[in-house]
């Protein structure tokens, strides 16, 4: 294969990483939201913090991120002969 495929890899990979991280971020502020508004506490009272997962919580956004990374930093060396 040649750098560009690797950097284009690398970026996808980088970008799959970071979407599902605020994903992860904007659907926990909604379900909270939710509990806050109401919706879905059922009359019972509920911790109404946001508990967001961290960087490592989810295997698969560090995962992507690092592969991402290697990815990209092989595709950008040139070799000038």
Do not use: C, D, Q
């Not at 979407?19 to 059922?42: C, D, M, P, Q, W």
């Amino acid at each position: 294969m040649t750098n560009n495929i690797y950097k284009i890899l690398g970026t996808i990979f980088l970008i799959i990483s970071a979407v599902i991280y605020t994903s992860e971020r904007v659907i926990e502020k909604i379900s909270v939201s939710l509990v806050n508004a109401g919706f879905a506490s059922h009359g019972t009272s509920v911790n109404n913090e946001p508990n967001y997962p961290g960087f490592f919580g989810n295997f698969f956004v560090w995962f992507f991120f690092f592969l991402g990374f290697l990815l990209l930093a092989y595709g950008f060396p040139n070799n000038k002969k």
